[in-house]
Nanobody
């Protein structure tokens, strides 16, 4: 049974930083592309970032380029999202996803809430 468990969310002031983690189990982690999505209240879920099997393939939403960094540690079955220079519009539930191929999203976590507010 595949499980994706996100952590690291919380309340942060504008301009602050957070690092999200997503621990995966029940799959061969190194064979899956990983992604972060987010969904704000009243809005559709949107892609934040993708990372390929070995981290050479990366993709970011324009809204987070230069501020967010996705990375992975295959030895720990974990994908990370480092978020810097956070803005109030980054407030959302952040979800981790795993896909057998690049830009596929087969499994989802339960999400971790990020709130950016002063």
């Amino acid at each position: 049974q595949v499980q994706l468990v996100e952590s690291g969310g919380g309340l942060v002031q504008p301009g602050g930083s957070l690092r999200l983690s997503c621990a995966a189990s029940g799959l061969t982690f190194s064979s899956y592309a990983m992604s972060w999505y987010r969904q704000a209240p009243g809005k559709e879920r949107e892609l934040v970032a993708d990372i390929g099997y070995t981290a050479y393939m990366l993709n970011y939403a324009d809204s987070v380029k230069g501020r967010f960094t996705i990375s992975r540690d295959n030895s720990k079955n974990t994908v990370y999202l480092q978020m810097n220079s956070l803005k109030p519009e980054d407030t959302a539930m952040y979800y981790c996803s795993a896909g057998r191929f690049w830009k596929t999203y087969d499994f989802w976590g339960q999400g971790t809430q990020v709130t950016v507010s002063s």
